[in-house]
């Protein structure tokens, strides 16, 4: 079992005739993805990958079933997409561009929440399933299938997280890009939970940074209502305050966001902190993860 995808989950790919999203939806394809089809407005009836594409959503969603999209569009046109494709009847979303626009962004969240859709990002990853499937960018050969689940704000730092887990022999139920902007269309808490309703994944590792409140918020539902064992990383220890670290959302801002307050909180909270990625493995191996 998995969360978000899983067998059913039919993909169709935002800006598919794009550089990015052309190679992207053939590395999705080659891992075992059902992408079924892309958009891209003025190009339809042309094909990438042998997929047709459409000039709407609506349109992709009629012709193929599909019920999840991956974007890949400039991030001036996210927000336009992300309404039409939730009006089209989608229930997963995951968008990967950056520099979209907070304005825009609390907008998309807002909606999203209304319509009870479940949408990741902006600038994430994505999701990927070992085995099954990915939507986004993940390099899928860093990942095996397991029983561990991996959430993680930095893109780079899930692979690494679950390169170090495979080669240990550990494996991963789902890995999550929950996204790297200051404001982000799901929060910590809602994957949490996720994971912990998932009878599938026996625990789970959170891979944070520094800047934000999404740690420490999800400390309280750790603390009361997460039964299976949770370890967390937080990365940025040496950032200086002020200084945007790699991400948006990665910046201290005073006492705010530190990477000593994330991990005291967390630690109060029941959560294992690990003060290396390498220290993942051991966590684990404690924990008779697999």
Excluded: C
């Amino acid at each position: 079992m998995s969360i978000l995808m899983n067998d059913s989950t039919r993909v169709i790919v935002q800006g598919i005739t794009g550089r990015i999203g052309s190679a992207q939806t053939h590395w999705m394809l080659e891992y075992g993805t059902k992408v079924v089809g892309g958009v891209t407005p003025g190009k339809g009836g042309s094909t990438v990958e042998g997929l047709p594409v459409f000039n709407s959503v609506d349109e992709a969603v009629k012709e193929t079933g599909a019920n999840a999209s991956v974007f890949f569009v400039p991030a001036a046109f996210v927000l336009d997409a992300f309404m039409e494709t939730i009006d089209a009847g989608i229930d997963l979303l995951v968008i990967v561009p950056e520099h979209i626009p907070v304005r825009d962004v609390i907008k998309m969240r807002s909606y999203a929440l209304e319509k009870g859709v479940f949408a990741l990002g902006p600038t994430t990853p994505g999701i990927l399933v070992p085995g099954m499937g990915k939507m986004g960018i993940m390099p899928a050969s860093m990942f095996a299938p397991g029983r561990v689940g991996v959430i993680s704000r930095s893109g780079t730092l899930s692979y690494e997280f679950a390169g170090i887990l495979s080669e240990n022999n550990v494996g991963q139920s789902t890995v999550v890009g929950m996204g790297a902007d200051p404001v982000v269309l799901r929060n910590l808490t809602d994957i949490l939970e996720l994971f912990e309703n998932d009878g599938e994944t026996d625990g789970v590792i959170i891979v944070g940074e520094v800047g934000g409140e999404q740690e420490e918020k999800a400390a309280g539902f750790i603390s009361r209502r997460m039964n299976k064992p949770v370890a967390v990383y937080i990365a940025g220890k040496y950032s200086p305050q002020g200084k945007k670290m790699g991400h948006a959302g990665a910046i201290v801002r005073g006492t705010s966001g530190t990477v000593e307050g994330k991990q005291e909180t967390l630690k109060e909270a029941g959560a294992t902190i690990l003060n290396t990625p390498i220290d993942v493995a051991e966590w684990a191996k404690k924990n008779k993860l697999k």
